[in-house]
T-cell receptor
Framework: NAGVTQTPKFRVLKTGQSMTLLCAQD?????MYWYRQDPGMGLRLIHY???????AKGEVPDGYNVSRLKKQNFLLGLESAAPSQTSVYFC?????????????FGPGTRLLVL | GESVGLHLPTLSVQEGDNSIINCAYS??????FIWYKQESGKGPQFIID?????DKRQGQRVTVLLNKTVKHLSLQIAATQPGDSAVYFC????????????FGSGTQLTVLP
């Protein structure tokens, strides 16, 4: 049981380039989330999904798109990367149901946009 | 939106002493709170949680206290060990909106030998 995994671990992009970050979970969780963490700060929610085929905006969605084509995967896309998107990106998931509010996090993807 | 904040950005304690990390939250509608530990280069790791209908919850070496009157959370770590050195975040959430978490900025705990 790998939990939440993220690919890649580290990436360097030039301004204007695009990329996709992959999050995968093998716990059959309904909910999945993408966060970004900037130095010295807490995590901020970018987008989230309450189930396969559904996505919704979080606190800081601009410049990002997401897709949840399969229940176990949640993709985060940057169409045209900007230096302001340099950050560490974390994916999280949790199961459906009351008493299941805790989110489980992946190891993160470090992104540097030059 | 309202956010969770922390009183102290850094905390240093001697090994074996107890640690207390504080957190202030501002959304009185929040009904569930979580403490996470984040080690360098890793994702946040769940430590303990508490619901708004409780004022205290204990785990293994950790205790969370909730004071709804002043909207304050604290995390107490007993007999702090070197492995406890990390950044600690509190997070709040309320029912609805897929239980989005609002995080504080974190407290860096350093355990001194």
């Amino acid at each position: 049981n790998a939990g939440v995994t993220q690919t890649p671990k580290f990436r360097v992009l030039k301004t204007g380039q695009s990329m996709t970050l992959l999050c995968a979970q093998d716990m059959n969780h309904e909910y999945m989330y993408w966060y970004r963490q900037d130095p010295g700060m807490g995590l901020r929610l970018i987008h989230y999904s309450v189930g396969e085929g559904t996505t919704a905006k979080g606190e800081v969605p601009d410049g990002y798109n997401v897709s949840r084509l399969k229940k176990q995967n949640f993709l985060l896309g940057l169409e045209s990367a900007a230096p302001s998107q340099t950050s560490v990106y974390f994916c999280a998931s949790r199961p459906l149901g009351r008493g299941q509010e805790t989110q489980y996090f992946g190891p993160g993807t470090r992104l540097l946009v030059l | 939106g309202e956010s969770v904040g922390l009183h102290l950005p850094t905390l240093s304690v001697q090994e074996g002493d107890n640690s207390i990390i504080n957190c202030a939250y501002s959304n009185s509608a929040s009904d569930y709170f979580i403490w996470y530990k984040q080690e360098s280069g890793k994702g946040p790791q769940f430590i303990i949680d508490i619901r708004s209908n409780m004022d205290k919850r204990q785990g293994q070496r950790v205790t969370v206290l909730l004071n709804k009157t002043v909207k304050h959370l604290s995390l107490q770590i007993a007999a702090t060990q070197p492995g406890d050195s990390a950044v600690y975040f509190c997070a709040e959430t309320l029912s609805g909106s897929a239980r989005q978490l609002t995080f504080g900025s974190g407290t860096q705990l350093t355990v001194l030998p």
